[in-house]
């Protein structure tokens, strides 16, 4: 009750549970005010203070006993947090002193509330009467200031009801400070419940904690922080009484692993935990991966050419060690698939085999193989060019190799010859001709280009050589004679023609150099030694060489500008002259 005569109501239970309800009655209007504390709270106290405001402490809720207090201030008409008590209480005493603090009794730790800083501290433990949790129990302040506190549940003790205690709560008691750090790889680690000591402090952000005690003192400290060990796990004290410093505790997170078998030796498992982490399963494909208290994250298996069931596990907030995490790993294929066009027809082979097309034009290869096609025309028809997945520029290549990174679709295209290829015989040997240099380029025509030469049958004589891609003749011969043999041209459509030649190689017997004889007159005449006579003389400022045979028809002729460099002899196409 106030002194203006309102009284104030706050908390307790119903049905429903634990209240945070408060009202003020008023007795002049006969009228409720409701409010709202902070906590809902039962079985707690309310004192009013000497500056017209109301300390509410500890109490119950369904989660437990409360060490939370507030203060009602009837000016504003609502309730403000104040520190924390050091300890929980329930079924505890309230008492206001004369100096205007409040003395709180119960659970064997008395403390006092002093209003000026907001704050609770430790006074003298109550040796019997009012332990427990003082249900029942009385608190009386004596004229000489002494409180006097009997009966309540001493059971913690082992002692009766009805023990009483005269206390005086100003008495000073002496205590003591133990204090330290909780650090990590010398790093401080905050948020460390200090289970054991008064108030159960936590460390600060630089690993610090406080704890005060009174003295003697005795009790174990056990610091606790979840995802993390300790050494030591803790420190026990007897009968503390001086100040203890340097009571450090180093910790470690605590870890856990995940095993299993990743289906194939020498897979790579990913993860994160605090940055991009990796194993190698062993040559079995056993693995181990480590990772921090509470981790949540995705493992992933990863291998070239090879696909992974599941392709991932998911894990979250771990807190033990997980077995049997196994995957099945199966080497992984495409299709190679290929397709004909074009106005021929031909075959596709590959190597490694599969490819037969032909009849098998759809294979499987394992993921990554190098495969090579080769196309082939029929006979008579020609590959032109490849068309499909296959990098560019190399359309015309075959045989064509191709990488096994998807599947591939690829088509080759063919082409017919159009008409036969045949040897051209519109030009003659018959201007060869001596021991001189012959330079002679067969012709062909009609089928698919590039044309391929060979000799069929014969022989070239000795020094003359035959270009298979050119068809040209060229060299010395170092015999004379007649030398009859048959010619091949073969296209790119495997189509071929023949032809039957003779090369002729005369040698010089005889010749006569002499003066012109008028405008077109002859200074040089030679015989060789199949009968052929060549004539050189000047033709209208022009010299020219005529070859004749031994009937006296002209076979062949050369002009050239210059007059002979060796009097008498010049080479013309091959013919000494």
Known sequence: ?????????????????????????????????????????????????????????????????????????????????????????????????????????????????????????????????????????????????????????????????????????????????????????????PGVLMTGLPGFPLTDQAGYYEGVVMTPWTGTVTPIKAGYAFDPTSIPYTNVTTDLSGQDYTTTGITFTISGNAGVGGATLSYNDGGTKSVVADGGGAYTLTVSYNWSGTVTPTKTNYTFSPVSRAYANVQANATDQNYTATVGSYTLTITKAGTGTGTVTS?????????????????????????????GLAFTAWTGDFPPGQGSTNPLTITMDANKTITANFTAAGSMVQIDTSWIL?????????????????????????????????????????????????????FPFTVRVTDSASQSDTQDLTLPVAKVLLWYSGPGNGYDSANAVATDTLGNVYVTGAAGGDYRTNKFNSAGALQCGASFKVPPQIPGRKSVDGVSS
């Open 1 to 189: 009750m106030f002194i203006s005569g309102k009284i104030l109501v706050a908390g307790g239970e119903n049905n429903s549970g634990y209240l945070n309800f408060a009202e003020v009655y008023d007795p002049v209007t006969n009228s409720y005010t409701n409010l709202t504390m902070n906590f809902p709270r039962g079985e707690h106290t309310a004192t009013l203070l000497n500056n017209s405001t109301v300390l509410i402490t500890g109490g119950r809720t369904s989660a437990g006993a409360l060490a939370t207090a507030e203060i009602y201030n009837p000016q504003s008409n609502s309730f403000a947090r104040v520190g924390d008590m050091n300890t929980s209480h329930v079924f505890h005493q309230a008492v206001l002193l004369r100096n205007g603090t409040v003395l709180l009794i119960g659970n064997a730790k008395a403390e006092i509330y002093d209003p000026l800083t907001f704050a609770f501290r430790l006074t003298g433990p109550s040796i019997a009467a009012g332990t427990g949790f003082n249900e029942g129990s009385s608190a009386t302040t004596l004229e000489n200031g002494m409180i006097f506190v009997s009966g309540g549940n001493a059971y913690d003790y082992g002692l009766p009801t009805l023990a009483a205690e005269a206390w005086n709560p100003l008495q000073p008691f002496p205590t003591r400070v133990i204090s330290s750090h909780v650090t990590n790889g010398g790093s401080g680690v």
């Open 351 to 379: 190597n490694p085999a599969g490819i037969n097309c032909g009849t098998t034009c759809l294979a499987a290869f394992t993921r990554g193989t190098q495969v090579t096609l080769t196309a082939t025309g029929d006979v």
């Open 430 to 482: 018959g201007c060869v001709k001596s021991l001189t240099t012959l330079n002679t380029t067969l012709a062909a025509s009609g089928g698919l280009p590039p044309y391929s030469w060979s000799i069929a049958s014969g022989t070239l004589p000795a020094g003359i050589t035959l270009n298979s891609s050119t068809g040209r003749l060229t060299g010395t011969p170092s015999v004379s004679g007649m």
